[in-house]
């Protein structure tokens, strides 16, 4: 499948449940969330027979997210079916880490293995402000176990500024001596995170050299392995001196990377999105409860993908911006 400035869309990333056992300040309201009830919401069996269509239509890369993906039940039934869809190459997950530490093996069985965890600081009062609960250390023990399972591991971090800024230089220096990836995400204004002012990459750089010293660049993570350059990711790497991992930054809002945008996104509630920011999305829902047939559906895909974007709008007064908070799109 390709859009209409020729990328290909090879990713998908699946939202399986808008619930989560944390409130993120920026991602959505500690009250007042109503969610899609059940029947709202796409079964596993649908889901399956969408990545099933997609797979033959060329994606390669299916990752799974919410809300938080760990509290939705059988997850780890969902996770070995889709290891048996025959064109997936790679299949991972993000987590907030909390329930993922008792999964981990399960899911690795299943057939899972790479996993993002959500850490943005290491204080466990500055967690608890950003997520309304405790929990870091549960976090970095969901890191260290994924490790010793043998997951590919990453850990995302949004820098806020005045919230965790100051504690930057002590989630990078979980890549000390883990062969992880420690990356550091621009904050985007969507939904809660509005209200929040992010805190650009060039000062994150400059932050952890003041802290941690020089680095060097380095190449993306993918583009060194085996999954090739077509599934490489946004983040752009460096490594401090004496670091086993490393420190990457994905900057949506300073450094645009929609030229080599290979996603699809699919919402909890049976929805495609070609783009993140945009409201245009297709209803796939609709089309996998009715007399649709795959032709039918992979059309309807095609078509909201040939409308994509060519770049997001983040901070400009456009038409038809996403108005749904994180949650409900998928991290």
């Known amino acids: 499948m390709i859009d209409g400035f020729g990328r290909k869309a090879e990713y998908l ?23 899609r009830h059940h029947e ?45 869809v025959e064109g997936i190459e790679q299949l991972a997950l993000t987590t907030n880490g909390l329930k993922f530490c008792e999964m981990a093996e399960e ?42 399972t043998g997951y590919r591991v990453k850990v995302n971090c949004v820098p806020i500024k005045n919230v965790n800024a100051r504690y930057l230089p002590e989630v990078a220096y979980l890549a000390r001596d883990r062969a992880v990836d420690v990356r550091f995400i621009e904050l985007m204004p969507i939904g809660c995170g509005q209200s929040f002012e ?27 392995r085996q999954a090739g350059p077509d599934l490489s990711g946004p983040a752009k790497y460096v490594r401090f001196k004496d670091f ?41 829902c609709s089309l996998l409860r009715s007399e649709a047939s795959d032709e039918d559906i992979l059309e309807a895909v095609s078509s909201v993908l040939r409308n994509k974007n060519q770049r997001h709008s983040f901070g400009e007064a456009v038409p038809g911006p996403e108005r749904r908070r994180m949650n409900e799109i998928g991290g």
């Not at 990333?13 to 989560?20: L, N, Q």
């Not at 993002?116 to 402000?129: A, K, M, P």
């Open 40 to 84: 709202e919401m796409l079964r596993y069996e649908e889901m399956l027979r969408l990545v099933r269509i997609l797979a033959k239509a060329g994606v390669k890369k299916v990752r799974l997210t919410g809300g938080e993906p760990t509290v939705r039940r059988d997850l780890v039934w969902f996770v070995r079916q889709l290891s048996e």
């Open 13 to 35: 990333r699946i939202s399986v449940t808008d619930r989560c056992n944390l409130r993120c300040q920026y991602c959505m309201p500690d009250k007042g969330v109503t969610f």
């Open 198 to 224: 992010g805190v650009s990459t060039e000062d994150v750089k400059l932050i952890l050299k003041n802290a941690l010293g020089d680095f060097r660049e380095e190449a993306d993570y993918f583009s060194e």
């Open 107 to 148: 899911l690795y069985d299943a057939g899972l293995r790479a996993v993002n965890i959500s850490l943005d600081t290491l204080n466990e009062e500055v967690y608890r402000q950003i997520t309304g609960h405790y929990g870091a250390k549960k976090a970095v023990d969901a890191v260290n176990i994924a490790l010793r």
């Open 244 to 284: 086993e991992g490393r420190c990457g930054f994905i900057s949506p809002m300073s450094d645009c990377f929609c030229d080599r945008c290979n996603r699809l996104r699919l919402t909890a509630d049976g929805y495609i999105k070609p783009c993140l920011y945009s409201a245009e999305k297709v209803n796939v």
